[in-house]
């Protein structure tokens, strides 16, 4: 597939090998999606076509060139979203040669899913759907199939361009993770920004690119009349944000951040994860999180993606 630099993109457990859409040419762009089963092809597909992408769904990978040189001259087919499912033995030795060959002739970005396989097996336990490998190989419990997946479909995720961790995602969360990362083809923005506020007893968020400890923060916590209440309330919010050492502590990561994106942009960076944790992610990172936002509004132009993970 030619050299690929692995770009992390953290809590959005995203990994980005630099892509830029909008550098391309004009149409057609595709973004082909594929993953593992129940790690939200579906709603990355639906999100694509919300946001005017022409989408087919489950196109068998040995067909995807004869449909792109049938389609590439039509009008209203500048983007195009194409899932792809590939399970098929037969299919998986000759992805790989496919879809070098395409993507050295049409723009072509590949999008994969995944999700931790614990994540995966409540998923299932949940909607009580059969898992596509038992169909396939027979009899197997639902982590061998998910392991037997993970195993068919490693081909693609080597050749894929971006992969998303969907494990700590909603469906509307995801869906709305895909439209601001492919949104931007119409409406352009330098550089989509996502800032994830979390509770370090819960964990540190998956390949984050830049994270601060807010933890030397006073707490609200231990204010009564504040414990129960969120982060994003008017009255925590100015608790934290008010604070003198708030305010130092905002001067120097905003500073930092502003000196950083320039030269994320000019190295082609299109997707940015800051995170900001503190104890339970429910008082000082959330509220910290939301200031960073409008600065980066009111200074930059830029409309971040705002995840506050813990704050329940």
Do not use: W
Request: charged letters at 25%.
């Amino acid at each position: 597939m030619g050299n690929r630099q692995e770009v992390k993109n953290k809590e959005m457990g995203i990994e980005d090998q630099n892509i830029s859409p909008a550098a391309y040419s004009p149409s057609p762009y595709v973004v082909i999606v594929s993953g593992l089963s129940g790690a939200g092809k579906t709603v990355a597909l639906r999100a694509l076509e919300d946001i005017g992408f022409f989408c087919i769904d489950n196109l068998p990978v040995t067909l995807i060139e004869s449909f792109l040189s049938t389609i590439k001259t039509k009008q209203g087919m500048e983007k195009i979203g194409i899932s792809i499912d590939i399970r098929e033995k037969e299919f998986l030795s000759d992805v790989y040669n496919i879809l070098s060959s395409i993507k050295d002739r049409y723009k072509i970005e590949i999008l994969f899913l995944e999700a931790e396989k614990n994540v995966m097996l409540r998923r299932y336990k949940e909607t009580r759907r059969p898992h596509p490998v038992l169909s396939m190989r027979g009899e197997m419990d639902i982590e061998t199939a998910i392991e037997e997946e993970i195993t068919l479909l490693s081909v693609i995720r080597d050749a894929a361009d971006r992969i998303i961790d969907t494990s700590t995602y909603t469906p509307h969360q995801l869906r709305h993770l895909i439209t601001s990362l492919y949104g931007s083809l119409t409406e352009k923005q330098a550089v989509n920004i996502s800032l994830i506020s979390f509770g370090y007893k819960f964990g540190v968020p998956q390949n984050v690119d830049i994270l601060f400890d807010v933890r030397f923060l006073p707490n609200p916590y231990f204010i009564p009349e504040l414990k129960a209440l969120k982060g994003t309330d008017p009255v925590v919010y100015d608790f934290v944000i008010k604070k003198k050492e708030t305010k130092e502590f905002l001067s120097h990561i905003t500073g930092l951040i502003d000196f950083l994106l320039p030269h994320y942009i000019r190295e082609g960076r299109t997707y940015l994860v800051v995170g900001i944790g503190c104890t339970g992610g429910m008082h000082r990172s959330p509220a910290i999180v939301e200031e960073i936002s409008k600065h980066l509004d009111k200074k930059h132009g830029i409309k971040s993606y705002v995840i506050h993970r813990d704050m329940v």
